[in-house]
């Protein structure tokens, strides 16, 4: 990924709050504010324990863009590090299956979602905007699909088969 200036870490805003249910505006990835903002969305996921995707709507601004960093976790397969995304798209999904999901934005709940375990995903880069194109599956794919649902304005809420499917998080001492 391009080299990106320092970034800031961000406040983490939490549902009901507006911007998680407004779809983003597509960005320029070039424009040093969208530049600034990818900075900060991976500093900001690197300060938040277990975090690994942030979008932009989840640290207050309605952009089509979102950062993710699946390495180490256990349930990954493929693993691109570390990177952030502008105006990504699916362009095939395939395979759902359910699993558990959580979100820094709904701290108290996990819920049982639907996803795609094998996607192909194309989006811009920052600082170049050059268009790339993302082949992955397990849960950097379910990552990806968390991450664009918050840029098309949804939380994994909106996903879940029911009341039956929302389950309080459990916390570890």
Same mark, same amino acid.
């Given at each position: 990924? %391009?080299?990106? %200036?320092?970034?800031?870490?961000? +406040?983490?805003?939490?549902?009901?709050? %507006?911007?998680?249910? !407004?779809?983003?505006?597509? /960005?320029?990835?070039?424009?040093?504010?969208?530049?600034?903002?990818?900075? +900060?969305?991976?500093?900001?996921?690197? /300060?938040? @324990?277990?975090?690994?995707?942030?979008?932009?709507?989840?640290?207050? /601004?309605?952009?089509? #863009?979102?950062?993710?960093? /699946?390495?180490?976790? @256990?349930? !990954?397969?493929?693993?691109?590090?570390?990177?952030?995304?502008?105006?990504?798209?699916?362009?095939?999904?395939?395979?759902?299956?359910?699993?558990?999901?959580?979100? #820094?934005?709904?701290?108290?709940? $996990?819920? +049982?979602?639907?996803?795609?375990?094998? &996607?192909?995903?194309?989006?811009? &880069?920052?600082?170049?905007?050059?268009?790339? $194109?993302?082949?992955?599956?397990?849960?950097?794919?379910?990552? &990806?699909?968390?991450?664009?649902?918050?840029?098309?304005? &949804?939380?994994?809420? +909106?996903?879940?088969?029911? %009341?039956?499917?929302?389950?309080?998080?459990? $916390?570890?001492?």
């Amino acid at each position: 990924m %391009p080299s990106l %200036p320092e970034g800031r870490v961000l +406040d983490v805003v939490r549902a009901p709050a %507006p911007v998680l249910a !407004t779809p983003g505006a597509d /960005v320029d990835p070039a424009a040093p504010s969208v530049i600034q903002l990818a900075a +900060d969305l991976l500093a900001t996921q690197a /300060v938040s @324990p277990g975090c690994v995707g942030l979008a932009a709507q989840q640290v207050g /601004v309605a952009w089509r #863009m979102f950062s993710v960093d /699946v390495t180490g976790h @256990p349930k !990954t397969r493929t693993c691109h590090g570390e990177f952030v995304l502008c105006n990504a798209v699916v362009e095939s999904a395939s395979r759902k299956e359910k699993g558990r999901e959580g979100c #820094m934005s709904v701290p108290d709940f $996990t819920g +049982d979602v639907a996803r795609a375990r094998r &996607l192909v995903v194309r989006g811009q &880069l920052p600082v170049t905007g050059e268009w790339v $194109t993302l082949e992955t599956d397990a849960f950097e794919a379910v990552c &990806l699909q968390h991450e664009i649902d918050h840029t098309n304005g &949804l939380v994994f809420l +909106d996903r879940v088969a029911g %009341p039956q499917a929302v389950h309080p998080r459990r $916390t570890y001492l």
